[in-house]
T-cell receptor, first 115, second 112 residues
Framework: GENVEQHPSTLSVQEGDSAVIKCTYS??????FPWYKQELGKRPQLIID?????GEKKDQRIAVTLNKTAKHFSLHITETQPEDSAVYFC??????????????FGKGTKLSVKP | ETGVTQTPRHLVMGMTNKKSLKCEQH?????MYWYKQSAKKPLELMFV???????ENNSVPSRFSPECPNSSHLFLHLHTLQPEDSALYLC?????FGNGYTFGSGTRLTVV
């Protein structure tokens, strides 16, 4: 089955700096890679996702890159702000036609942005 | 609310009690999930239902019993739990292809 490794487990940056979180996956059939942000005491919420037919996707200060050959994908946050402080989870799954695999999550990265 | 509602938000129960967690989704999804979130395993998949049929049970102890009476509702029945079962229990839903994956706010369970 799929296994997702996420690093680092904690990350502390200064406001305005960039933050990068990396994940690797094991199942080459995986083709969908979402990222979730979970603020303290709240539910995980989807912030960006990427499918295997593209290598990069951006949404304002957030970008995700995917390297299918190496089976890793990364979340990049630029110009970090204190409100970016949260736990971030990567995940991987597959879906083809009428079938899908389960979403398997990494163990999370606690990001702290210091003002 | 995101369209996935969980009740109760907090629950304290003794080890001999029986209680149920409820999840309801208003997104038209056909797949629902239970996750356990704790310090040891941040997002641990417990059960998967697709079109009201259980399709996965990730070696979860029998003291946890899920029920999916229809595509909008999911329950987790709890009995004779252990203190180590204390955690945040998250429900999620998606379409059959895993799109639109949405979490509920969770039930914070404490077993005393």
């Amino acid at each position: 089955g799929e296994n997702v490794e996420q690093h680092p487990s904690t990350l502390s940056v200064q406001e305005g700096d960039s933050a990068v979180i990396k994940c690797t996956y094991s199942d080459s059939a995986s083709n969908y890679f979402p990222w979730y942000k979970q603020e303290l005491g709240k539910r995980p919420q989807l912030i960006i996702d990427i499918r295997s037919n593209v290598g990069e996707k951006k949404d304002q200060r957030i970008a995700v890159t995917l390297n299918k050959t190496a089976k890793h994908f990364s979340l990049h946050i630029t110009e970090t702000q204190p409100e970016d402080s949260a736990v971030y989870f990567c995940a991987a799954s597959w879906n083809y036609g009428g079938s899908q695999g389960n979403l398997i999550f990494g163990k999370g990265t606690k990001l702290s942005v210091k003002p | 609310e995101t369209g996935v509602t969980q009740t109760p938000r907090h629950l304290v129960m003794g080890m001999t009690n029986k209680k149920s967690l409820k999840c309801e989704q208003h997104l038209g999804h056909n797949a629902m999930y239970w996750y356990k979130q704790s310090a040891k395993k941040p997002l641990e998949l417990m059960f998967v239902y697709s079109l009201e049929e259980r399709v996965e049970n990730n070696s979860v102890p029998s003291r946890f019993s899920p029920e999916c009476p229809n595509s909008s509702h999911l329950f987790l029945h709890l009995h004779t739990l252990q203190p180590e079962d204390s955690a945040l229990y998250l429900c999620a839903s998606s379409d059959l292809f895993g799109n639109g994956y949405t979490f509920g706010s969770g039930t914070r369970l404490t077993v005393v």
